[in-house]
């Protein structure tokens, strides 16, 4: 009987660990939608808000795979934003929250998911593709 328990535990602990361990997911975001709201001072100031439902493709941006949707405030002008969103897909959903920058990359954390991607954790790579920010490539490296 003795025995049984430390078997028990294992199995437990092994069972808590998610699917999506060490799952690397490369994906492009296509910008169509983003809108501002001038919340602060005229023009680009703390609080202002950003909001954004877009479509998401596979790697070679030929394939829609999902959506995404979320929300960014100003916190630092002509810098950064700090955001929050869900990627859906048809396997679950991945949620992240973290800064944006304005130029160069972003390096936001995974903070949960669901179905498929229960558990996840991880981080999230953005790179801009181009110049006026109308699609981003996202690598997200789950642990």
Sequence with gaps: MKKLIPIASLMLCLAAIPATANERIQLVERALTDAT????????SVGDLLTFANPVFDAANKLQLGTDQGYCVRVVVGKSWECS???????????VQGPFNDSGDSLLAVTGGTRGYAGAKGELK??????????????????
């Design 37 to 44: 709201l001038d919340l602060g001072e005229k023009g680009d």
């Design 126 to 143: 953005l790179h801009a593709r181009d110049a006026k920010g109308s699609a981003y490539d996202f690598s997200y490296e789950l642990l």
């Design 85 to 95: 969103w869900t990627l859906s897909l048809k396997d679950g959903q991945i949620t």
